[in-house]
């Protein structure tokens, strides 16, 4: 199994940048499809980015894509989210999860960090 550990979460205004990395532990970081999921104050946890196991496919939540890049560096068994255009809305805790899928994209995700903060204010 793979353990999880969030870190970059902090504040910034509307409009700004925020990166946050997860750091892997445990089993390959290689084996794992990678994604980013997030949840604000009363709302359900929603998914925000999904990368595979070798980083050449992505896919994202409509409401973050042309702002928000997912990616991974497997030597280092590090993920990032680098938030750009930051709005408001993206106020959330922000978690990564990891799965050991081969083929399309986990359905139930079965590692999942403890989660950062980020604030954005406007």
């Known amino acids: 199994q793979v353990q999880l550990v969030e870190s970059g979460g902090g504040s910034a205004q509307a409009g700004g940048s925020l990166r946050v990395s997860c750091a892997a532990s445990g089993r390959t970081f290689s084996s794992y499809a990678m994604g980013w999921f997030r949840q604000a104050p009363g709302k359900e946890r929603e998914f925000v980015a999904g990368?595979?196991?070798?980083?050449?496919?992505?896919r994202y939540a409509d409401s973050v894509k042309g702002r928000f890049t997912i990616s991974r560096d497997n030597a280092k068994n590090t993920g990032y989210l680098q938030m750009n255009s930051l709005k408001p809305e993206d106020t959330a805790v922000y978690y990564c999860a990891a799965d050991p899928v081969r083929v399309g994209w986990p359905v139930v995700w079965d590692y999942w960090g403890q989660g950062t903060q980020v604030t954005v204010s406007s």
């Open positions: 990368i595979r196991r070798s980083g050449g496919s992505a």
